[in-house]
């Protein structure tokens, strides 16, 4: 990773007008002055980063304000006096500055007392070696690397690990713990076996972690890569059962008879991966994790079929509103589109059949409308069978499902579907008050297109409902056609 070309790396992301500013003014103002945290480890990694931290030793504040005075007009500056940063806007970056500084901390509190120190004292309060790294930015030391815990070093050998006592950095700031975990998520690191081990020690610790921090850290490692592996610690550790104690409960496979059915928790876990290799959509990744969430509890015994889960996606459905609320998850139309997939998940998988009826597939298409695409993405995440042979007759299946779903759309397209005549115009047409009745005329309207007796087209629609209106009594009293 670091080899001779380090000066040629370190000089060309230090180049440009906002660290030859930052390391004039610095100099100015006799203050050392050094770049620390995400964008430096960011560098060794060849990751992308925007959010650069810079620490000086004394007067950070005053540091970003006299910045801000020589990048001029476009830049904005903001102070949050009472934690002692500010932040500068310059384009399409953002810096952030701070005083270096010492940390103390009580038990029943993540907010530490804190107290001016050196770089080694800042340093000391990183939560990882490879976030503790530092590049000096003052003329005479330019690019000079300080890396007091072996960071560099854990980076090449892929590793997470505290620099000082593991169980003493937890237990001061237990969100570190789900840290580790969401850096080796995203990054594909292990985490070192005593940092490890101490995570397991300092669960309970999360408590005192407000739920926004948490769900910020889980749907991190939701959006990593390959989520299963960030979800494999969290399980281990204990955290997953304290945080979210629903996943946990799918673990298992219980033999009756000879007869067991599979693991749902790797099962699950299977399906984010595959998922995540498909897309970076936060909620359809949510939409695997919780497509089986009621297994354990409509899993039933029977002596004819062997094991049934009978009606989990509708009760999946109803447990995700209790769920979002507890994990503080939006309850919008985020959480009401999780729902969706989750109740339709297995739709198109009973859609194979031969002898369907096109009625079967237009319903499919107008209850998913727009969400089809991602219904499909879902199901096809969902086959995770062992056999190879089996998955391949999945997947065929599956490729039958998706053409028949076309060739219904492209005809009949009732995936907007809007029926043709609205229940205003049903009352004004038969002189009705707002009740069941104007409900079921338009219901029948939309059984009948979807069922293939009427197209999807306004005349048809309107001699349908009058013909139907007949049977039960009711005469238009005007003719809209
Ligand atoms: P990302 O941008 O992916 O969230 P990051 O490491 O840049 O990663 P930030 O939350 O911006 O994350 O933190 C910047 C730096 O501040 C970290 O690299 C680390 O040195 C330090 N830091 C952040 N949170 C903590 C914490 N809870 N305990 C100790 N140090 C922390």
Redesign the pocket.
Known sequence: MLDNNFNDIIKEKFSGEVFETVSRVADEMHLECYA????V??IFLYRP?K?I?IVTVGKGIELAEAVKKALGKKTKLSVFKNFGTAQIKYKDTEIEFVGARKESYERNSRKPIVEDGTLEDDQN????TI??LAICLNKDRFGELLDPFGGLKDMENLIIRTPLDPDITFSD?P??ML?AIRFSS?LGFDIEPETFDAITRNKERIEIISKERIIDELN?IILSPKPSIGFIQLDQTGLLQIIFPELVALKGAETKEGVGHKDNFYHTLIVLDNISKKTNDLWLRWAAILHDIAKPATKRWDNKLGWTFHNHNFIGEKMIPGIFRRLKLPLNEKMKYVQKMVTLHMRPQVLVDEEISDSAVRRLLFEAGDDIDDLMTLCQADITSKNPEKVHRYLRNFEIVHQKLKDIEEKDHVRNFQPPIKGEEIMEIFGLPPGKEVGRLKSSIKDAIMDGVIPNEYDAAYKYLVEKARKIGLEPKKNNL
């Open positions: 620390i945290g995400g964008y480890r960011d980063s959010d931290d309060r990183r939560d990882f976030n503790a700031d969100l570190r840290r995203q991190k």
